[in-house]
């Protein structure tokens, strides 16, 4: 029990910052669209990807710089983009409320929270290095694990879902500019970030 809930804790506080993962399922929440979907593949993949720290990916992942540079650039082109497609948003004036847009499909919708999860190498050097690495401290390193993936699931839950209490402030089109502001700054701080440390 002592290592599950400390498993819980790390991966709870790894992942409560506000980061370009986050800033999409609240987004998705907001606009109730695909929630459970974005939810699942997040938790989900969050479950991967603690399982393989903790399984010792981490320490492949450490010594081979070129992976972790590979997905510095790769995110930070893909964040560039996403940043810039907020800002252009915020500048029509909350587009997200007109009654005739047609929502984004399904796949489209998964293909770009993939991007914003597998191409991020801060979710790799939290979720795979860092993980990993603090499980080594415990001897049940499986309830260290299972202990962060529920972490993940309640998170990832509790923010898609929990985000359709704000609908009464996003009933107004000025509170989507400030969100969609919020989203590209968010975006392009992360990105300029992973371009700066390349």
């Known amino acids: 029990m002592q290592a599950y809930l400390a498993g819980l804790g790390t991966g ?61 650039w790769g995110g930070a082109a893909f964040l560039l983009v996403y940043g810039a497609r907020a800002f252009r948003a915020a500048w029509r004036g909350g587009e997200v409320m007109h009654a005739g847009q047609a929502a984004p499909s399904l796949r489209a919708t998964l293909a770009v929270v993939a991007a914003l999860t597998w191409l991020n190498p801060h979710v ?7 993980l990993g690495s603090v499980s080594s401290g415990f001897g049940d390193r499986t309830g260290f694990a299972a ?34 502001i919020c989203v590209g700054l968010v975006m392009w701080t992360i990105a300029f970030g992973l371009i700066l440390k390349g």
């Open 12 to 72: 709870l506080s790894l992942i409560v910052a506000i980061g370009a993962q986050n800033a999409f399922v609240l987004r998705q929440g907001l606009m109730r669209r695909h929630v459970f979907a974005t939810c699942a593949f997040c938790a989900v993949s969050d479950a991967l990807l603690i399982t393989a720290g903790v399984m010792g990916a981490g320490a492949i992942a450490a010594h081979a710089p070129w992976f972790l540079s590979l997905m510095r």
């Open 124 to 130: 790799w050097l939290d979720t795979v290095v860092l």
């Open 147 to 180: 202990g962060a993936v529920t972490g993940s699931f309640a998170f990832f839950f509790a923010l898609g879902y929990g985000a359709r209490l704000l609908a009464p402030i996003f009933a107004r089109t000025v509170a989507w500019r400030v969100l969609d």
